[in-house]
């Protein structure tokens, strides 16, 4: 099976194509901070004030 040739990426295309990875890295990074966010709350919430009232 012949491997397929790798024409090469112009600087400008590769710039926009780093950009654009990052922003999409940074919106996910962003989308798993609030669903760890709302875990967390939905957590403190079901377990309600009896989290703070607990011996040490």
């Known amino acids: 099976m012949a ?3 790798k024409t090469p990426v112009p600087r ?3 710039a926009e194509l780093a950009a654009r990875r990052r ?3 940074i919106a996910l990074a ?3 901070g ?3 966010l709302i875990l967390y ?3 403190v919430v079901k377990l309600g004030p ?3 009232d607990r011996p040490l």
């Open 23 to 25: 922003k999409r890295s």
């Open 34 to 36: 609030g669903l760890v």
């Open 41 to 43: 709350l939905l957590t």
């Open 30 to 32: 962003a989308v798993l």
């Open 3 to 5: 491997e397929p040739t």
């Open 50 to 52: 009896a989290l703070f």
């Open 12 to 14: 400008d295309e590769q």
